[in-house]
């Protein structure tokens, strides 16, 4: 009979609590590459999409994270799709405040009679009365941050938001953004790669806020034949994405990875991560290789 860690591999990498009321297990699920291609339209195989979904699930995933932008609405209503109605412990994240006018393009808006908008109507795409984490997927330049994060605010008074997130920001950004609302989680672009937003990271270690980092699995040169993942890869049967994967698990205890993919084959794969424990010296040889 197989253990639970064997049939939900997503137990292995821990968990955390959102907000310190929300625990989620470390490992979660990206749901970007559930549309077509530039991010637009519908997937080229809906049915896939949704078996991808469930089976992140049955895998032990209970946190997903989409976007409004995703589609647009496409990746939340195959969410609805797959998993409506949703299991007590699966947490879903949405965004909010990229506009798109097509494929590959990407505006910020940040009005709140926008992100107001926009929260209600992914309330009803994903078939809930509250949004788990609603994330500011980016600041918007041309409006205060005062009132795309009060908008914020004023929703989650008023029940329809649980807790706030935001996205690719600078420390002095999150500072400021929570002197405005009670922050969660933060979204940046992060990996074994590149690590710009290392100073981020550190802050989010430090006020214990979650730290989601997005295009996770990116390894770069470092995958290449002969590269310093090989000897890693080889002992422990992994791929460097899973490496990849595992090094983030143990680089902090509040980062939350979120790999997507539109396949099956390949979510087993990215969720097997969990189970790999890099030792000591594998950790500091893949921190020192980028």
């Known amino acids: 009979m197989s253990t639970d860690v064997e049939s939900r591999p997503a137990d292995a990498s821990g968990t955390f609590a959102l907000g310190g009321d929300l625990p989620v297990n470390r490992l979660g699920y990206g749901a970007m590459q ?89 309330l009803r795409h994903l078939g809930v009365d509250r949004i788990d984490l609603y994330q500011l997927h980016r600041i918007d330049p041309k409006v205060p941050l005062a009132d795309q ?71 770069g040169e470092l995958a290449k034949p002969g590269g310093p993942l090989d000897a890693i890869s080889a002992e422990h049967g992994a791929s460097p994405a899973q490496l990849a994967l595992a090094w983030l698990l143990r680089r902090s205890p509040v980062v939350l990875p979120i790999p997507g993919t539109s396949t099956v084959a390949h979510v087993e794969e990215n969720i097997a991560a969990a189970g790999i424990t890099l030792s000591d010296s594998e950790f500091e040889t893949l921190s020192n290789a980028a």
């Not at 710009?196 to 990116?218: G, K, M, R, T």
Request: charged content about 25%.
């Open 34 to 122: 559930l549309t077509g291609a530039g991010v637009w339209g519908d997937p080229r195989d809906p049915e896939e999409a949704v078996r991808v979904l469930r089976r992140a699930v049955e895998l032990g995933v209970n946190f997903i994270d989409t976007a409004d932008s995703y589609g647009p609405f496409v990746s939340e209503q195959l969410i609805r799709r797959a998993l409506h109605p949703y299991a007590d412990d699966l947490v879903i994240a949405t965004k909010g405040g990229l506009t798109r006018s097509g494929p590959g393009d990407w505006r910020p808006v940040g009005r709140p009679e926008y992100l107001r908008q926009q929260t209600e109507l992914s």
């Open 149 to 219: 994060l009060g908008e914020l605010a004023l929703l989650r008074e008023e029940g329809k938001i649980r807790h706030i997130g935001v996205s690719q920001v600078s420390v002095a950004q999150l500072k400021e953004a929570r002197e405005i609302a009670p922050i969660v989680s933060v979204q940046n672009l992060y990996n074994l790669a590149n690590r710009a937003d290392e100073e981020v990271l550190e802050y989010a270690e430090a006020e214990n806020i979650a730290f989601i980092p997005w295009f996770p699995i990116a390894t």
